[in-house]
Every structure is written in C-alpha cells, then in structure tokens.
C-alpha cells in the first residue's frame, strides 16, 4: 500500500517549457489535491478533485491545468513554465476523517 | 472565508522542553482542527487531529487543545526530543464540504539537544 507516489521527484525547467507532474494514490478515495509550497510559506491549493471526471480550482490555479480521468491518478501539467512557479509541489488525498495524506512532493525549478 | 494563523514562526527549545505552538481561526463553522508535521525534503505528515466536539485530545508526548468559544487551538510537545524537530502546521477544516483545510503557515521547531 504505497499510499501517494509522485513522479518525478525533482525536475529543472527551461522558461516556456511544459511538464506534467504525476500523481497516483491507491487508497480508494475520491478527493484529491494539488499544493504548492513556496520557500518559507505555508500549502497553497492549486486544484482539487472530487472524484472522476470533476475538478476545481483553488487558491492559484493560474498556469496550471489538472484532469481526472480516473480514482487513481490526478496529473498536474504546466503549459508554459515560468520562473514563478519554482516551488514544491504536492498531491494529497483524504485520510480518516479528513486529514490531508500528502505524497513526497515534487521539486521543480524553472530557469 | 476561514483565515488561520499561527504563532511563533519559529520556535527553539532545548530538550527536554515544552513546546507550544498556538493558532486562532475566523470560521466558526471550522470544526476539524488537524496538525502536520514536516520533515526537511518530505510532505506533511499527519501527528494529531481535534473534532470540534473535543476539548483536548493526547498521544503520547504530543497533545492539542481546543477552545471554540475563542476559536484558538494549540500543539503541546512535552519532552521534545532532536528528532521533534520539524515544521509543524496547524489546519482548520469545515465538513460537509470538499474537506478542504485552512492551513497556517507553519512553525519551525528546534530542539537543541
């Protein structure tokens, strides 16, 4: 039971590029979340899903798009990298009663 | 909407101390309150959780505190060990909805041992 796993766990960026950060849980829920977490700052959502085929944005969505597709995964893609999104991203699902269950993280930079 | 903050930013203790890390909330209808903590280079993990309808819960070294009617919730560290050392943060949340929480900005505890 590995939980959340993301791929990859580092990534540099050249300015204009675009990725896609994976994320899969096998713990059978059916809301899961897209964070940033910049240096020194708190978790900011960027996108959160409901179950397949929903999705919402959250807090700072700006420059980045998600898909749900299946319970299972819940990729992140940036279309054109900026250096202001250098920052760690994080998925999370739902554990017990509503805890956020973090994967661990993926550390991009964009130059 | 719900704003959650949380105090000190940093936090250094020698072991064998207390620690105490404090957050207040806006939303009343805020009424699940957990607590994570961050290792350097991992994702927060989950060490604590209060319900609305608790006034304090423990777990060992570690326990939280509620006051609704002030809408302030605290992490007690008793003991604190090097190993405590982390990013702790503190979360509110509203049920019934997408389980989305709140977050404070998170405290950086030292345990100088």
């Known amino acids: 039971n590995a939980g959340v796993t993301q791929t990859p766990k580092f990534r540099i960026l050249k300015i204009g590029q675009s990725m896609t950060l994976q994320c899969t849980q096998d713990?059978?829920?059916?809301?899961m979340y897209w964070y940033r977490q910049d240096p020194g700052m708190g978790l900011k959502l960027i996108y959160y899903s409901v179950g397949a085929g929903i999705t919402d944005k959250g807090e700072v969505p700006n420059g980045y798009n998600v898909s749900r597709s299946t319970t299972e995964d819940f990729p992140l893609r940036l279309e054109l990298a900026a250096p202001s999104q250098t920052s760690v991203y994080f998925c999370?699902?739902?554990?017990?009663?509503?805890?956020?269950?973090f994967g661990p993280g993926t550390r991009l930079t964009v130059t | 909407g719900e704003n959650v903050e949380q105090h000190p930013s940093t936090l250094s203790v020698q072991e064998g101390d207390s620690a105490v890390i404090k957050c207040t909330y806006s939303?009343?209808?805020?009424?699940?309150f957990p607590w994570y903590k961050q290792e350097l280079g991992k994702g927060p993990q989950l060490i604590i959780d209060i319900r609305s309808n608790v006034g304090e819960k423990k777990d060992q070294r570690i326990a939280v505190t509620l006051n609704k009617t002030a809408k302030h919730f605290s992490l007690h560290i008793t003991e604190t060990q090097p190993e405590d050392s982390a990013v702790y943060f503190c979360a509110a949340t509203s049920s019934g909805g997408s389980y989305i929480p709140t977050f404070g900005r998170g405290t950086s505890l030292i345990v100088h041992p």
């Open positions: 999370a699902t739902i554990q017990g009663v509503g805890a956020q269950y």
């Open positions: 713990m059978n829920h059916n809301y």
């Open positions: 939303d009343s209808a805020s009424n699940y």
